[in-house]
Every structure is written in structure tokens, then in C-alpha cells.
């Protein structure tokens, strides 16, 4: 019989805990390919290990996951247009490319380069040019 002690060690999978971050070690199926049709096709929302995520497929038709709340204001990234190899947030126009990286932020100068600062947790992983 487990103590209550143990159960939570291993029962507990969100990010941070001890066995959250052994099963983030390993690749896990989230999406099924058809999940994400085409190209800039509306974004999907799924939870894995207890974190809200969201997944898309750009107009290069790569596929990215990153975090759901955009990190200006909190708002899901799921409610946003996917459009021209980024997803926009509704809020205030930031998008995000497939790696989590603000390329776009409508309200900013170009030249305080602002967006290159900003960045969402992203899941996806980035592939080497040797393969």
C-alpha cells in the first residue's frame, strides 16, 4: 500500500513535479495529423499532463504546439486566426510562429525590436538541417 506521500509523488504529472518531468522525457501522441487538415486551418486546444496547449499548422504547413495563454494579456491563443506562418492573438495582434517566437507585433515601432523579446512556451521541436 502506497503512503498518501507517494501516491502524490507519483500521481502528480503537471509541470514542475517530479513525475511530470520524467513522462516530458519521453514523445507522447497529442494530435492525430488529420486534426490539422491544411494549411492555416483554425487552431486546435488539448490538454496534456495538465497543461493547456495549442496546436496549428502554419502556411509553410508546419505544425507547431505552443502554450494557449498568449503572454501579453492571458488570452487563449486557441481563439486566434492562424494566417501567414504565425498565429495572431486576438487581444492585441502578437503572432507566434510554429517555435513559440513573437515574429509580429502590430503595435510596436520596428525598430525597438520588441517582438524579438517576446516568446511562448513552445513544444515544438526544431528539426536539424542534417538529417
Known amino acids: 500500500m502506497l503512503t498518501p506521500e507517494i501516491n502524490e509523488l507519483l500521481t502528480r504529472v503537471g509541470p514542475g513535479t517530479p513525475m511530470g518531468d520524467v513522462l516530458r522525457r519521453y ?32 502556411t509553410s504547413h508546419r505544425i507547431g504546439t505552443v502554450a494557449e495563454m498568449c503572454p501579453h494579456r492571458g488570452t487563449s491563443l486557441w481563439l486566434g486566426r492562424n494566417e501567414d506562418d504565425g498565429l495572431r492573438c486576438v487581444y492585441h495582434g502578437w503572432k507566434f510562429d510554429v517555435n513559440g517566437q513573437c515574429v509580429d507585433m502590430m503595435n510596436e ?20 538541417s542534417g538529417a
Not at 520596428?110 to 536539424?128: C, G, I
Request: aromatic residues 12%; charged residues 30%.
Open 109 to 128: 515601432p520596428p525598430q525597438f525590436d520588441f517582438a524579438e523579446k517576446m516568446k511562448v512556451r513552445s513544444l515544438t521541436r526544431r528539426r536539424s
Open 27 to 58: 514523445w507522447m501522441p497529442a494530435l492525430l495529423s488529420f486534426e490539422l487538415p491544411e494549411s492555416d486551418c483554425p487552431p486546435v486546444r488539448f490538454k496534456i499532463l495538465g497543461e493547456n496547449l495549442v496546436g496549428f499548422r502554419d
